[in-house]
């Protein structure tokens, strides 16, 4: 039989010296631990806004704005996208840029609608 070792040390190495074989990035674990503690402030933060009446649309921004913000450092450094390729940065930012359309076309959509759902409402209240 063949041996398919390639060139495999007793320690599980190699010995040929390839190089790169496209594992993860390794990261430091004081980075890390900075990115949790920053993800938990942040955590923190959206739930002591809602203690404030910003109206509906202020909180909501706010919130998405944290949001948007803890999740790009765990795209960033937990999903190790700083030290990925160029082509899936521009993957995952196009992915966003869709997600945004849809949702702003959605909201949109909706606020043709309230006349008519307003007018639903108070049809109701006046039958019972």
């Not at 074989?21 to 900075?34: M, S, V, W, Y």
């Not at 076309?105 to 108070?122: P, Q």
């Amino acid at each position: 039989m063949a041996d398919h070792s390639h060139g495999a040390t007793a320690d599980g190495g190699h010995a040929g010296g390839h190089g790169d074989h496209g594992f993860a990035h390794t990261t430091p674990l004081p980075l890390l631990i900075g990115i949790l503690a920053v993800l938990l402030v942040l955590t923190i933060l959206t739930v002591s806004v809602t203690s404030f009446d910003l109206g509906a649309q202020g909180n909501l921004v706010v919130a998405m704005v944290i949001a948007t913000v803890k999740a790009g450092l765990v795209v960033t450094y937990f999903m190790h996208l700083r030290w990925d390729r160029l082509f899936h940065l521009i993957l995952f930012l196009t992915s966003v840029l869709f997600l945004i359309l849809f949702l702003s076309m959605a909201i949109t959509d909706r606020s043709e609608y309230d006349r008519d759902i307003d007018a639903f409402r108070a049809s109701q209240a006046q039958a019972k």
